[in-house]
């Protein structure tokens, strides 16, 4: 058995199961990845929180049940190479399964690609079913480059500069 890699920074929190909640949840952990050094407007941060919507929105649609939460849970390895996103909610019936590209892709139905994005965006994403009651957690991991990643930032003129940056970026 491989050992896993200890953890890092952690964040959960329950929300309500709507809408609201849900962007409530991407919110905070859009605040929380820019706390913890994946700033705002980085394409892993974008990611990351791509991630968290769309799972957030999938417990609010599809694993809601009247009177329950959902929980969300954010966390990182020590080393800070790895983002770890947790949802769980508590209807069991319905499981998440893997996506596959609509016959019809150029469709102009609005819903039914979350997971494909997820599928997409993340390193590796799976469920399982919810150790401590009725539900599931569907998970996603999404693994940072170790080459850093591109920034572009801007000087007191406006001009914008690239540059290179391991993670975490430096602040300043």
Do not use: C
């Not at 394409?43 to 929180?49: G, M, Q, T």
């Not at 966390?75 to 609509?102: F, K, N, Q, S």
């Amino acid at each position: 058995m491989k050992a896993s890699s200890p953890p890092g920074p952690d964040f959960g929190m329950r929300f309500t199961s709507t809408p609201r909640g849900a962007r409530l949840a991407r919110r905070l952990a859009a605040v929380r990845l820019d706390a913890w050094g994946i700033p705002y407007g980085t394409d892993p941060h974008d990611a990351i929180v791509l991630i968290v919507a769309e799972l957030t929105a999938n417990a609010v649609s599809h694993g809601h049940v009247p009177g329950r939460d959902f929980h969300l849970r954010l966390h990182t390895t020590l080393d800070g190479r790895t983002v770890r996103v947790e949802v769980t909610d508590t209807r069991t019936e319905r499981h998440p399964r893997r996506p596959a590209l609509p016959e019809n892709a150029a469709g102009v139905e609005e819903t039914g690609r979350g997971l494909l994005l997820v599928s997409q965006l993340a390193t590796r994403w799976d469920w399982r079913p919810r150790p401590d009651g009725p539900g599931k957690t569907v998970w996603a991991e999404y693994v940072l480059s170790s080459r850093g990643a591109v920034m572009v930032s801007f000087d007191a003129e406006g001009a914008a500069w690239t540059g290179t940056y391991p993670y975490p970026y430096p602040r300043g």
